[in-house]
């Protein structure tokens, strides 16, 4: 791909052009690979985290060369918000972390050895630039040789992570390979498909639904479909819940992380009313130390109908809107109508209103298979009952409101052992 250097187990390669040859030979050699990963023991791996680490701390030489790079000029972020994205992604980037992780997803107390599925493609959006890289940690810690694909767009922190894994781990670099083509590529990717032992696939429906179709019965296919999340305000805990941890619940990665805030449910219409009030002041507060980042003209113009939409309901008493000035994108609504509804991001959060918990039940049953985060602002004794009715729902996660877009580095992914899916168990 024109103006690209993929990394090829080693090697940087500028314009690298992908081909079905090129692929049977990167695969032919990436198998050749598999049993040098596979050799690398857990404290290698651990040692190689370690020196990662150390490149991406607050002085670190990879992370210090990326932030001269100026990045928010392409991440649509701004500086605080993406040196804040880097300070999370180094709690992934600890040794005690990587370890945990493992025993806990890998750890049997029958005679069962974890192997790795062999070659593994990941295919991952970057709309948090971060969240890439999550992935190829789980691929390299479960010693799979990871072939990996660019994300879109014009920013790339893989380039930057690779290269720091180059420079930590030049073994482990070796069974990795950063590779681009052109979205819904069905001859490039369809052979990658077939050609590979396991996909991570993070995106759309339509692009997990590609890669269903494209790849192999035999292919372990690990997906990771779009979700939503929400926060709950009980009536009890309305004059205590942390303000600024919900602002950050909706604020945090300029809202485009699946683990968002988009809609917040507070039980009665006046609780409701003031809340959105509060929210849009410690919004305000927020944005003096992680400033809003720059959204894109189609953001942009969703943001615009969203606030029209909403004065329009407004003068009809059904809605009240809470915003900055022109030039800013923070927008929070309050809407009468319970029905959940997404929010075009950037900031952007609908705060609705319920009165029982069935009601609050009955109101998002058809988020049922996309919920992913609830952050929830109970009292104790309410606690479990919004629970038990939210996990029939599929909620994956629950946190404290502040935790949402913070989930601990070694927490499940969506719901899963990510790294026991990128494994297959062996029984001795």
Sequence with gaps: MKGFESFV??????????????????????????GEARSMSGEALADAVDSLQCLWEK???SRAAFLEAEPERTFGLSRAMIERGLDHLLRSLHRGVAE???????????????????????VVSGNVFFGPC??????????????????GGSADFLSWFFRSLEEAAPRLAA???????????????????REVDGIVVAGDMET????????????ALVEFGPRVSLAVVSRAA????DMDGLARDVALWDQLACTAAQCIYVQGETGATHLAERLANALKQLAQTLPEGEAGLDERIEIARFRDTARFAEAMGTARVFCGGTDELTTVVFEKDPGFAPSPLRRSVRVKTYEEVADLTATLKPLRGILQTVGLAVNDTERQVYRDCLTALGARRFCSIGAMNEPAPDSLHDGTMELQRLTRWVEQ
């Design 9 to 34: 187990f080693g090697e940087w390669i500028r314009d690298f052009v992908l081909t079905p040859a090129s692929i049977r030979e990167i695969v032919s050699e990436a198998r050749k690979r598999t």
């Design 59 to 61: 002085q670190g030489a």
């Design 100 to 122: 945990r992780r493992a025993a806990l997803q890998l750890g049997s107390p029958r005679a069962l050895r974890a192997e790795p599925l062999g070659v593994v493609l990941h």
């Design 134 to 151: 999550e992935s190829v940690l789980a691929g390299l810690l479960t010693r799979n040789v990871n072939l990996v694909k660019r994300p």
């Design 175 to 193: 069974t990795t390979a950063l590779l681009a083509w052109p979205g819904a590529s069905e001859e490039i990717e369809g052979h990658l498909a």
């Design 208 to 219: 997990i639904a590609a890669y269903r179709r494209l790849a192999s019965p035999l292919t």
């Design 238 to 241: 309305l004059e205590v819940v």
